[in-house]
Every structure is written in structure tokens, then in C-alpha cells.
């Protein structure tokens, strides 16, 4: 079943030290989840810094952000896939990695037969890759192996961070299969510069600029708002190939 | 300007042989990208001819109208920009390439002012590269790269974490540097990049299942598309 989530933001202002020049600033955000959310904006725009405050991975300087179960009883669990897929390396060999984040999560059989289920998903033989160093994997089997751990855990809300960065056509297609059964049971939100991607499998989107959030809503609000497609070059790359 | 490798085999330390006997030719004039799945061989080629890695086995050579090259100057992007900066803020990222290479002084900061307004950079030029977002330290290590000059850019996924309009931005700048004369291979796995080509490049599983001229290899996807 679906879980029912909700956000409250209020105040929200974030950065990394007082003198640096980037800050976050959300005054006000309440927002119910309900499918494949896509969180867009330029780099730099404060994408990874949100999700991060949203998994709780960085606190805010001020303000407050909350998620909520709507059935108040318990947190909703947060899960976050790195940008950087390196991140989630945590032993010499891919097999201890795998075996740390099982044994985290105390049902280690369960947990090594699903990431092993995922990764046969991604075409990718635990077997084959569990004795060798996560460094040697190329990117793309880096990524699939990061995806992999991340929906394996299975969380309420899962935050897909440059999710397709590496894939190729055929990694791309896997993902999708997969989210494509994921999203009935589990809240996502994929983090992109790639507007296309979101376009494709989002069915609401948040615009961050400049640390500000200018967009959140569907796709047909979106398109009565032309200077947001243009402020965040929506369009840039289908103008350039058409010249 | 041509690439030459013949018989080349590599491993990683005592694994599996990734390559075994590839012989290649690949004209330097314009944009090569290299492309192909995950784990069929992309980075460890370019690095092969980079000479970041080295051969078990075979020769990577370089000659122009049949005479050897040794001098070349290389550029080198590498996938993740992490693994390409070195220090704790921006301005000295950039003049680190440049002092490594005996610039002097005046027209290090020169370039060093040209290339963050080029990539967008100059108001975080004190900040530390950890500060930066994915595409921004993209940006920075694009920079890092090509604020020396190379003769020979080799850049693997460079549009991975950029946005849209820096993506525009390095397509308009890498066909500038082609009618500069500057060579450049290119690892995507983008159909609109192999779209930019003038030499495509395919590996499947450490073999090289195509090496010819872009239009023909579009031909050939179409054509395997359509049936």
C-alpha cells in the first residue's frame, strides 16, 4: 500500500557557513505526496542540499522541516541514493558493503536475497561482482549497484539523486521498469537536471532557482509559466539540436 | 593526426582480461566519441590511450602522415569530477594546472579570471570545491582541464551533471575548438552527443563492435532501430 506522507516547511533557510554565497530559502511549503515527485533546477540551484534536509542528512539553519505519516503513528523512514554512487561504498569488497547495510538493518537473509533480486534486475551477477572493490566497477555499474542497495531498503519515501547519471539506454529502461512496480508501494522523488527524465515519470514538480522554489505543481501548470521554462533552460537542448 | 593500437591486451590487477588483441585506428580530425554499455571498456580505453593506464600487452601510438608523435599534451576529464580537484578553493584549482606547467604569474591570473567567468564560476571563487553542487564542480573540473591548452582532449561523460543550457554551452565551445584544429574524444552513452561525432567509436564487453565514421554508425542504429 501506498504510503500517505506529508511536508511541512516553514521558514526554512539553510547553508553551509555564514560566509558562504549560496543560501536555501523555502518560506512556506505543505505538500502531500502522491507519485513519482520530480525536483528540478540548474546546478547550484540547492537540489541536493533540499534532499538531504529532507532525509534529515543536513539540519536546517533555521526554520523547520517535517515529514509526517498521516496516520500520525509512526516517521516515515527516508531513504537517499547519492549523486556520487561512491558514497554508499562502505568495505574494501562490494559482498561487505552489502553485508554492513543487511546487517544494519538486522534481516540480513531477507535483505542480501533482495539486493540480489534488484541487482539481477540491473543485469548485475552479485556473484560475479561481490569479491571485487567497488572502485573497479565502471560508472554505470556503480550507479545500478548504489540504485540496487537503496530500493532494496525498501523505505516510505525514497530520494533518487541524479538517478540516471551513468545509465546508458538499457540502465535506463531497467530503472524504469522497476520504479514502475516501486511507486505502488512506495513515495519517490527523483533529483535532475535532465527535465526530460522528469518529464517523463513525474507526475508533480518542484523548480528550485538560485535556492528559492519558483515551480510546484503538474505539468499543465507548468506550461502557463513560459520565464519559469526559460529562467531554468527547460528547452535549451531541443533549441540547440534544432538549429 | 591517427591513433594507432595494435595487439592490445589490459586486466585490472589479476582479473579477467577486459581486452585481448585489440587492433584500432582512429583518425584525430574533429570530435571521436567512444561509446557503448556499462563495463564494455569506455574509461579504461581512454585512459589506455591517456596513459593513465598501462598495457599488459600491445602498443598505443600516435603519428601524423605516417611520422611519430610523442609530444602530445593531453586534457583529461575524468568521469567523476571528484577524482579531478585537488584543492580547497576554486582560484587555486585552476592555477594549479597552469603553475604545473611553468605559466607565469601574469598570465596565469589572466586565464585563470577568463576561464571562471567562461564556466560561470566567479562568484564562488574563494568557496571550497566540497561546497559546490555535482554540475558546478563539473564546471570546475571542464575548467580545470581546458584552461592549459591541450593539443588533445579526452573527456569522459562531460555533460553527466551538467544542466541543459551548460550542456549547450560545452557543445558550442568543443565545435569552436574543432575548427581550432584541437582533437577531441568524447565517452557518451547520449544518442544526441554520437549525433555531434565525426568518428564513432562502439565496445560491447571489451570488443570493438563498430569503428567508422558517425553518419554511417547513425545509419546502422536507425536501420536496427526500425527493424
Redesign the interface.
Known amino acids: 500500500m501506498l504510503p500517505e506522507i506529508s511536508l511541512t516547511i516553514r521558514n526554512l533557510e539553510f547553508r ?1 557557513d555564514k560566509a ?3 543560501r536555501l530559502w523555502i518560506d512556506q511549503l505543505d505538500h502531500s505526496f502522491c507519485g513519482i515527485l520530480g525536483l528540478h ?5 540547492g ?2 542540499s533540499f534532499s538531504k534536509l529532507l532525509c534529515g542528512l543536513l539540519k536546517p539553519s533555521a526554520g523547520t522541516i517535517a515529514l509526517s505519516m498521516n496516520s500520525g503513528a509512526t516517521l516515515p523512514r527516508v531513504g537517499y541514493a547519492p ?2 554512487p ?1 558514497r554508499i561504498l562502505l568495505g574494501v569488497q562490494i559482498g561487505d558493503t552489502v553485508r554492513q547495510i543487511a546487517s544494519l538493518k538486522r534481516r540480513e537473509p531477507d535483505l542480501i536475497t533482495l539486493i540480489q533480486k534488484y541487482l539481477q534486475c540491473f543485469s548485475l551477477d552479485f556473484e560475479r561482482i561481490k569479491n ?1 572493490s567497488g572502485y ?6 556503480l ?2 549497484l548504489a540504485l540496487a542497495l537503496s530500493l532494496s531498503l525498501a523505505p516510505d519515501l525514497l530520494i533518487l539523486d ?1 538517478p540516471t ?7 535506463k529502461a531497467q530503472l524504469f521498469s522497476i520504479l514502475e512496480n516501486f511507486q505502488n508501494d512506495h513515495q519517490i522523488i527523483i533529483v535532475s ?3 526530460k527524465l522528469i518529464r517523463q515519470i513525474c507526475r508533480h514538480y518542484w523548480i528550485l532557482h538560485e535556492g528559492n522554489l519558483i515551480f510546484n505543481g503538474d505539468d499543465e501548470t507548468l506550461r502557463s509559466f513560459p520565464d519559469i521554462i526559460e529562467q ?6 531541443e ?3 534544432s538549429q | 593526426m591517427r591513433i594507432r593500437i595494435s595487439g592490445l591486451d589490459f586486466q ?2 589479476k ?1 579477467p582480461f577486459l581486452f585481448k588483441n585489440i587492433n584500432l585506428e582512429i583518425p584525430l580530425d574533429g570530435l571521436v566519441v567512444v561509446t ?5 571498456g ?2 579504461t580505453l581512454i585512459k589506455l590511450i591517456a596513459g593513465l593506464l598501462t598495457p599488459v600487452a600491445g602498443q598505443i601510438k600516435f603519428d601524423f602522415n605516417g611520422k611519430p608523435v610523442d609530444d602530445i599534451q593531453f586534457g583529461y576529464l575524468f ?2 569530477p ?1 577524482d579531478q580537484i585537488v584543492h580547497f578553493n576554486l582560484e587555486r584549482e585552476l592555477a594549479f594546472n597552469l603553475e604545473n606547467r611553468g605559466i607565469p604569474v601574469a598570465e596565469m591570473h589572466r586565464r585563470v579570471e577568463d576561464y571562471l567567468y567562461r564556466y560561470d564560476l566567479a ?2 571563487r574563494n ?1 571550497s570545491p566540497n ?6 564542480k ?2 570546475l573540473a571542464l575548467a580545470g582541464m581546458m584552461i592549459s591548452c591541450p593539443g588533445i582532449m579526452i573527456l569522459d ?1 562531460p555533460c ?9 554551452r560545452l ?1 558550442k565551445q568543443i565545435a569552436a575548438l574543432r575548427k581550432e584544429g584541437v582533437s577531441v574524444i568524447w565517452v557518451s ?1 547520449e ?2 552527443e554520437i ?1 555531434l561525432a565525426d568518428y564513432v567509436i562502439e565496445l560491447d564487453s571489451g570488443e570493438v563492435s563498430w569503428s567508422g565514421q558517425s553518419d554511417e554508425y547513425l545509419k546502422r542504429f536507425e536501420n536496427s532501430h526500425a527493424a
Open positions: 553551509f558562504d554565497s549560496f533546477g540548474l546546478s547550484g540551484s537540489k541536493t549523486q556520487f561512491e571485487r573497479e566497477l565502471s560508472g554505470g555499474e550507479r545500478r541524479e547519471v551513468g545509465l546508458g539506454r538499457r540502465g537536471h535532465d527535465f531554468v533552460g527547460i528547452n535549451s537542448l533549441k540547440y539540436f | 585490472y590487477r582479473g557503448g554499455n556499462s563495463g564494455s569506455k574509461t568521469q567523476n571528484d562568484d564562488r568557496d561546497r559546490l553542487s555535482g554540475g558546478e563539473q564546471r561523460e553527466s551533471f551538467l544542466d541543459s543550457p551548460a550542456q549547450v557543445y552513452k544518442d544526441h549525433r
